[in-house]
């Protein structure tokens, strides 16, 4: 996601040898770490441009920027912040060191840090954007839309629209933002946009979907997950699962079946929601079951099939396969199977028990509503 080619500022040495080599200078060391960072070789281009940068007489920035970069792509972000701010104590107004900065900061979680720095980028664009000042403004945009700055990210995505960068991207970034804020046919505008890049991209017609439907724009969301049945990437896996979420059940046993015979993993997670659906009980049990025993990590499935148990009021069947879920210790549906456990708890009319799950509960995620409510219920029994 970070890589450049990293364009030399010097003729090329096209004959370069080991960096054991004695008596090369900065600039020599810099060109080699240049080649070893362009043929993705980036630990031997970041111990090239480290030694150039200790070898340097003349205090240039480019050096540490380089060897920033180099760590960017080795993921090593200390590292990289390090030579980043050296660029800067170099020179001060270094844009390169900016974006490097900004983007440590971005991908380590230090937001505001990052914004910092891709705005110091932005401020000196001016009326014309070069490519690194527009790349610049693409973070700072997402930035502003995670902290809820809304108009600000509209104006910055609405900047990148104009000068052309990656255009359909934002688009439909801009569509999103519109969608949440309850502007529907602003949002559809955007979205028709990137549509005309992104037409056989099934992907974006389901982004388009979720962000729709959680705007309340029920069906026009349908009406995207619709049209995506009609790209041509889309395989019977798609299809099926599009059909079931669209709850076309018979249509989405159709392909979900035949990506199933096809070998599709997947397909039989979505297969036994199906049958579920259907009210195909024994179908519903036994892809589940050999769902689960194909896939013993896959936490969702176990949370799924815990619903099958206690919507059918078998608690202590729906207790053991959320319990087996957690146990899985993954991330993915934790939240669900914690609450689902919980309820299960009170269900049986273990009220101790339960109530010490909602609180567990309610320790990782203190604004669930209906949680707090159970809680509170539960402290009186």
């Given at each position: 996601?970070?890589?450049?080619?990293?364009?030399?500022?010097?003729?090329?040495?096209?004959?370069?040898?080991?960096?054991?080599?004695?008596?090369?200078?900065?600039?020599?060391?810099?060109?080699?770490?240049?080649?070893?960072?362009?043929?993705?070789?980036?630990?031997?281009?970041?111990?090239?441009?480290?030694?150039?940068?200790?070898?340097?007489?003349?205090?240039?920035?480019?050096?540490?920027?380089?060897?920033?970069?180099?760590?960017?792509?080795?993921?090593?972000?200390?590292?990289?912040?390090?030579?980043?701010?050296?660029?800067?104590?170099?020179?001060?107004?270094?844009?390169?060191?900016?974006?490097?900065?900004?983007?440590?900061?971005?991908?380590?979680?230090?937001?505001?840090?990052?914004?910092?720095?891709?705005?110091?980028?932005?401020?000196?664009?001016?009326?014309?954007?070069?490519?690194?000042?527009?790349?610049?403004?693409?973070?700072?945009?997402?930035?502003?839309?995670?902290?809820?700055?809304?108009?600000?990210?509209?104006?910055?995505?609405t900047i990148l629209?104009?000068?052309?960068?990656?255009?359909?991207?934002?688009?439909?970034?801009?569509?999103?933002?519109?969608?949440?804020?309850?502007?529907?046919?602003?949002?559809?505008?955007?979205?028709?946009?990137?549509?005309?890049?992104?037409?056989?991209?099934?992907?974006?017609?389901?982004?388009?979907?979720?962000?729709?439907?959680?705007?309340?724009?029920?069906?026009?969301?349908?009406?995207?997950?619709?049209?995506?049945?009609?790209?041509?990437?889309?395989?019977?896996?798609?299809?099926?699962?599009?059909?079931?979420?669209?709850?076309?059940?018979?249509?989405?046993?159709?392909?979900?079946?035949?990506?199933?015979?096809?070998?599709?993993?997947?397909?039989?997670?979505?297969?036994?929601?199906?049958?579920?659906?259907?009210?195909?009980?024994?179908?519903?049990?036994?892809?589940?079951?050999?769902?689960?025993?194909?896939?013993?990590?896959?936490?969702?499935?176990?949370?799924?099939?815990?619903?099958?148990?206690?919507?059918?009021?078998?608690?202590?069947?729906?207790?053991?396969?959320?319990?087996?879920?957690?146990a899985t210790g993954?991330?993915?549906?934790?939240?669900?199977?914690?609450?689902?456990?919980?309820?299960?708890?009170?269900?049986?009319?273990?009220?101790?028990?339960?109530?010490?799950?909602?609180?567990?509960?309610?320790?990782?995620?203190?604004?669930?509503?209906?949680?707090?409510?159970?809680?509170?219920?539960?402290s009186t029994r």
């Open positions: 996601m970070h890589t450049k080619k990293i364009i030399y500022t010097g003729m090329a040495l096209l004959c370069c040898v080991g960096l054991s080599a004695c008596g090369k200078s900065a600039k020599q060391l810099n060109n080699i770490g240049i080649e070893y960072y362009n043929d993705s070789e980036y630990k031997k281009a970041a111990d090239a441009f480290s030694e150039a940068a200790d070898k340097d007489k003349e205090g240039k920035a480019e050096y540490y920027v380089n060897l920033g970069k180099a760590y960017l792509e080795l993921g090593e972000y200390e590292n990289a912040q390090a030579a980043f701010l050296s660029a800067l104590k170099k020179e001060t107004d270094n844009e390169e060191a900016y974006r490097g900065l900004g983007v440590v900061y971005y991908f380590s979680g230090d937001y505001p840090d990052a914004m910092d720095a891709f705005r110091k980028i932005i401020d000196n664009a001016g009326r014309d954007y070069s490519d690194m000042e527009l790349e610049a403004l693409q973070y700072y945009a997402s930035l502003q839309s995670y902290y809820g700055d809304n108009a600000g990210a509209i104006d910055s995505y629209i104009r000068k052309n960068y990656n255009t359909a991207q934002q688009y439909f970034l801009r569509g999103s933002i519109y969608a949440g804020q309850g502007m529907e046919n602003e949002a559809v505008l955007d979205y028709e946009e990137a549509l005309k890049l992104y037409s056989d991209d099934y992907e974006i017609y389901y982004n388009m979907y979720t962000n729709l439907l959680q705007a309340g724009f029920t069906q026009r969301a349908e009406s995207y997950l619709r049209r995506a049945l009609n790209v041509e990437c889309a395989d019977n896996l798609l299809k099926g699962k599009t059909y079931y979420i669209i709850e076309d059940y018979e249509n989405a046993q159709k392909y979900l079946s035949k990506a199933s015979d096809e070998g599709q993993m997947e397909a039989d997670f979505y297969l036994a929601m199906t049958y579920e659906k259907l009210g195909n009980d024994e179908e519903a049990k036994s892809m589940y079951e050999a769902y689960i025993n194909d896939n013993p990590s896959d936490a969702r499935v176990y949370n799924q099939y815990g619903m099958y148990y206690l919507n059918k009021g078998d608690y202590d069947s729906a207790l053991g396969y959320f319990s087996a879920g957690l993954g991330s993915e549906g934790k939240r669900e199977l914690l609450f689902n456990q919980a309820c299960c708890y009170e269900y049986l009319h273990q009220y101790s028990m339960a109530f010490t799950k909602f609180e567990e509960y309610l320790k990782e995620y203190p604004d669930d509503a209906a949680a707090k409510h159970e809680y509170e219920f539960l």
